[in-house]
């Protein structure tokens, strides 16, 4: 007998209704900051950042509602085959990527360049959602059923290394390691995980290429080479100090505006944000992101199937990374590796990833109630 979903989806006129708008909300008001960074990264001028950001942000605010809208059940159905597409594009950047600073991280598609790293982080989230929907805890909490996601891990994270991009890696791996705890995996393993790591460190080490042992240098000590390898993280220091509690006010900021803090419109948003807003604008921008994963975090309690709950959990968590890290790394707690600031920073693929996800988070909110079996015959 054919296993069947129940409850029925619901219409399309039931999902607008149910449609978190005041999260599209929260996430067009972030996208705004970053439209009205860019603008003044640029001297106050549209190109060549703001506006190529503002219509990324309508084409995939269009994009988030309308993948929103999809059935749950055929996103669940096609999540493996997302996470071997994407595998595939890697393997493609492998092979014909294009090279930019010494990295061939991006496949050129003519108007865009993807980077699917990035995706990478949502296809695996998706595939990972899938594999332990139909789990028990007790098979979660067995070794061998835990090999078939950590092979699904490991794999992207070794191409990504490849490329070479640690700081990518390393958030995919992170993001795979919150899958695995949100499933429910014994805190024993991570533990053990934990530990063998920290045992590996010098063979790690001794496998990093030079700039990245200079990035780990410079986070533990940036004044020892304030020209070089350091300037990034003390500008970015100095411009966050400068800020004070209110700012120097938009487009006042000495910072950014006479180009001392590099990448300003990528990786250092933030600190361009507190520089020209203070103590204040930086905060608010924070709470702003809080209440995005607070939304994210009540999805994922409320929803009905097990696959719906740990997407949204997974791709909250995918955000809250992005976020943790950008600000982490522009304030000198951890070290520089390329992480942009999610919705603001400027960046396609980036935005792309990001507004996907929060697409995904949308649809798990709009199929709260809707159950799926877990071993369902037919999709």
């Given amino acids: 007998m054919r296993a069947r979903f129940d409850p029925v989806a619901p219409s399309l006129g039931e999902k607008l209704a149910r449609l978190h708008w005041p999260l599209v909300a929260l996430v067009t008001l972030l996208g705004l900051v970053g439209y009205a960074l860019l603008y003044s990264a640029a001297g106050g001028a549209h190109s060549p950042w703001a506006l190529r950001h503002g219509i990324r942000l309508i084409v995939m605010l269009v994009v988030m509602v309308a993948l929103a809208l999809v059935d749950l059940r055929r996103i669940f159905k096609l999540a493996y085959s997302i996470y071997f597409a994407v595998l595939a594009l890697l393997f493609i950047v492998a092979l014909f990527g294009e090279i930019n600073k010494g990295a061939q991280r991006w496949i050129d598609l003519g108007f865009v360049q993807l980077q699917p790293s990035e995706l990478m982080k949502l296809a695996l989230v998706l595939a990972l959602a899938r594999y332990f929907h139909s789990a028990y805890l007790d098979e979660v909490r067995r070794p061998l059923f835990l090999l078939p996601p950590v092979v699904m891990i490991l794999l992207p994270v070794g191409m990504v290394l490849k490329q070479p991009d640690l700081g990518t890696a390393v958030m995919i791996a992170a993001v795979g390691t919150a899958m695995l705890f949100l499933a429910g995996a014994a805190l024993w393993k991570f533990a053990l995980a934990a530990g063998l790591g920290g045992a590996a460190l010098p063979i790690v080490w001794s496998h990093l290429h030079d700039y990245q042992r200079q990035r ?93 709950r740990l997407l949204a959990a997974g791709v909250t968590v995918n955000f809250a990374l992005y976020a943790l890290v950008n600000i982490a790394m522009v304030t000198g707690l951890i070290p520089v590796v390329g992480v942009p600031l999610p919705l603001v920073s400027y960046g396609g693929t980036a935005m792309l990833t990001a507004m996907l996800g929060m697409g995904l988070l949308l649809n798990a909110q709009v199929n709260q109630d809707l159950s799926i079996p877990r071993f369902p015959v037919e999709l």
């Fill in 216 to 308: 780990v240098l410079t986070f533990l000590d940036p004044e020892k080479d304030p020209l070089g390898a350091g300037y990034h993280i003390i500008q970015s220091k100095i411009a966050i100090g400068a800020g004070g509690l209110w700012g120097r006010g938009y487009m006042r900021g000495t910072q950014a505006q006479l180009s001392f803090l590099p990448e300003k419109h990528t990786d250092f948003a933030f600190t361009m944000l507190a520089e020209e807003s203070g103590f204040f604008g930086a905060v608010a921008v924070l709470v702003l992101i809080a209440a995005i994963l607070l939304v994210g975090f009540s999805v994922a309690l409320r929803a009905q199937s097990h696959f719906a």
